[in-house]
């Protein structure tokens, strides 16, 4: 099941439970989806991510309840992050096979995240592999 598939899904589960705050927040999440001509799961997790930086932006560590829950409720959709141990653990068996590691390495960093079925924080990729080049 993809993730616009299992929003749909939560959003009218939602509205038969009668928890109008998480359909709320999944319709938002819907509505704006749809103004892609063919919104993909990336899309969602882009939307969600947007999204949730921006609450968190506003409010800082004083989030008012409700936002709270609009938060949790929209992170469930986001995939896993590789940690930074596990980005560490990559780089290091790539250096002990002798690999040169280089900027470009970025590549087979979300590679290997894609194939553990997560996605990668970018800027804290980063600042580790510079320790590596």
Request: hydrophobic share 40%; net charge negative; charged share 30%.
């Amino acid at each position: 099941m993809t993730i616009l598939e299992k929003i749909k899904e939560d959003q009218l589960n939602a509205r038969k439970e009668g928890d109008t705050a998480k359909a709320s927040n999944l319709t938002f999440l819907l509505g704006q989806l749809s103004q892609k001509k063919e919104p993909t799961d990336q899309d969602a997790i882009d939307l969600i991510r947007a999204t949730v930086k921006s609450i968190r932006n506003s409010f800082g560590e004083a989030i008012p309840t409700t936002m709270a829950y609009d938060v949790k409720v929209m992170e469930v959709y986001l995939p896993m992050e590789l940690s930074d141990d596990e980005i560490i653990d990559f780089l290091d068996k790539a250096h002990d096979n002798g690999d040169k590691i280089t900027k470009a390495y970025m590549g087979k960093i979300n590679l290997f995240a894609k194939s553990q079925g997560k996605i990668v924080n970018n800027a804290n990729a980063s600042l580790i592999l510079q320790a590596y080049l």
